[in-house]
């Protein structure tokens, strides 16, 4: 077993760091301010298309595609590391190297099941960073943890579909960049099969219909740098039959192929926000003084730091290995591994940050450090793609199937 990367890995990686050292780190007071004096709060800040331009022009752009046709062409493994590097500033670094959610998955789509005509229209323009898009699945009045439950209508009538349903937390949507949205609904909410009853239409922000209603919060944070996560309303909301991804029934089935890379490139950034929190923690412990001995001296402070670090380099080798299976046997292959760290991940990294918040005192609830917002974030991750519980519902599942 060989734990080094490899050369291009190693030279990404570098290449990676300095980029961070050097343009992101330092953008990110910049970022606030800027925000603070935009127009609308939604709107890009105008150093994240620098930092985009100076991305693309290193060859830091695309990473996660792993079809060298549209993207990088590195594998998971390749990739993993490089997307733990952008965890450590989860508002900028990925955006800034075309690589954030819910994107990423959204490219996905479009190449792996999209025609022609809609990858020319809508991947394009997503692949060179010039607009933004949506997901659109989860909706408020059902449970919809469980995709078979959801109730948006997409209706045959003649030449079109007409959608029709309300849905929530719809991250990205309230950026007025992000153009497109895919949208999951039933073309058949009676058919036998309650897998092949949806189907996933790509709807144009402009359609006639579409309302983005209001931004949802998370622990009362807007998530600006997330483009937000819109309520957004589509009142028979007309699109061309030719805007179908794959095929009528197959809403489901896209909706699982796209969750598996998304759910470990969450879990890579997830390991780069413990790292941050950890570094943090450190630089505070050795900093602060309380009844006459510096934080880094109190045998509690070690505790933490100790367990971090542990429960970090565990989490990092589970990652890596379920990169290597996506790799060499496929996701399907790879699913209890994929499960494992959409389980494991989130709720470790909440108890890392939550740590490194208390060694902060006030301060790591603040503004003025990225903890809390770190916090909130990580927290959200146990929820979004999946809760804890139904991962472990399917994780065990199958563990069990092998004794009956
Ligand atoms: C910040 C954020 C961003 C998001 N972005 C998007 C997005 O871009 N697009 C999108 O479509 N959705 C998005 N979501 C929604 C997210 O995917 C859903 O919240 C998630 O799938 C859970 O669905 P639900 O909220 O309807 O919870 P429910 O399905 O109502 O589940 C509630 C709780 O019930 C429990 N539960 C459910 N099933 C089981 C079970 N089998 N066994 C035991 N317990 C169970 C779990 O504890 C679960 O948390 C986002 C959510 C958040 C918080």
């Known amino acids: 077993m060989d734990f080094a990367f490899d050369a291009r890995t190693e030279e990404l990686r570098a290449k990676l760091l300095a980029f961070m050292d050097e343009y992101v780190y330092p953008a990110e007071p910049v970022a606030h301010e800027q925000r603070a004096a935009l127009s609308s709060p939604w709107r890009t800040p105008p150093v994240v298309e620098e930092l985009k331009a100076e991305a693309r022009r290193q060859g ?19 990739y993993a590391p490089l997307a733990e590097i952008t965890g450590r500033s989860p508002q900028l670094a990925p955006t800034a190297l075309n690589c954030a959610a819910p994107d990423t998955g959204n490219m996905e789509v479009l190449a792996q099941f999209g025609d022609e005509a809609q990858r020319k229209q809508w991947l394009e323009p997503l692949l060179a960073g010039e607009i933004r898009s949506a997901f659109a699945m989860t909706e408020p009045e059902v449970a919809s943890s469980d995709a078979t439950n959801i109730t948006t209508r997409i209706e045959r009538d003649g030449d ?133 001995k510096a934080l880094a001296q109190q045998g509690v402070v070690h505790t933490w730091i100790a367990d971090a670090r542990v429960a970090v380099e565990q989490l990092r080798l589970l990652v890596l290995k379920t990169a290597w299976m996506m790799d060499t046997v496929g996701n399907k292959g790879a699913h209890t591994e994929i499960q494992a760290i959409k389980i494991a991940t989130p709720r470790t990294v909440v108890d890392i940050i939550d740590k490194a918040v208390q060694l902060h005192g006030a301060g790591g609830v603040s503004q003025d450090f990225p903890l809390a917002e770190l916090w909130a974030g990580a927290r959200t991750l146990r929820l979004a793609d999946g809760p804890d519980e139904v991962h472990q519902r399917s994780l065990a599942r199958r563990e069990i199937k092998r004794y009956l």
Not at 205 to 212: C, K, N
């Open 160 to 292: 079109d579909y007409v959608v029709t349903g309300r849905k929530w937390y719809i991250s990205g949507a309230m950026n007025p960049d992000c153009r497109i949205f895919i949208v999951m609904g039933k073309t058949d909410p009676d058919g036998a099969d309650i897998r092949r009853q949806q189907s996933m239409v790509l709807v144009p922000r402009d359609t006639p219909g579409v309302e983005v209603r209001r931004a949802m919060q998370v622990y009362g944070y807007e998530d600006h740098w997330h483009g937000g996560h819109a309520e957004v309303v589509f009142d028979h909301a007309r699109v061309p039959v030719s805007n179908l991804i794959g095929e009528e029934g197959g809403g489901f089935a896209i909706a699982q192929a796209r969750l598996g890379p998304g759910r470990i490139h969450h879990c890579m950034r997830l390991i780069g926000m413990a790292e941050r929190a950890i570094e943090l923690m450190c630089r505070r412990a050795v900093s602060r003084t309380a009844f006459g």
């Open 60 to 78: 830091l752009w695309n990473l996660f595609l792993p079809d060298s046709g549209y993207g990088a062409g590195l594998t998971n493994l390749q």
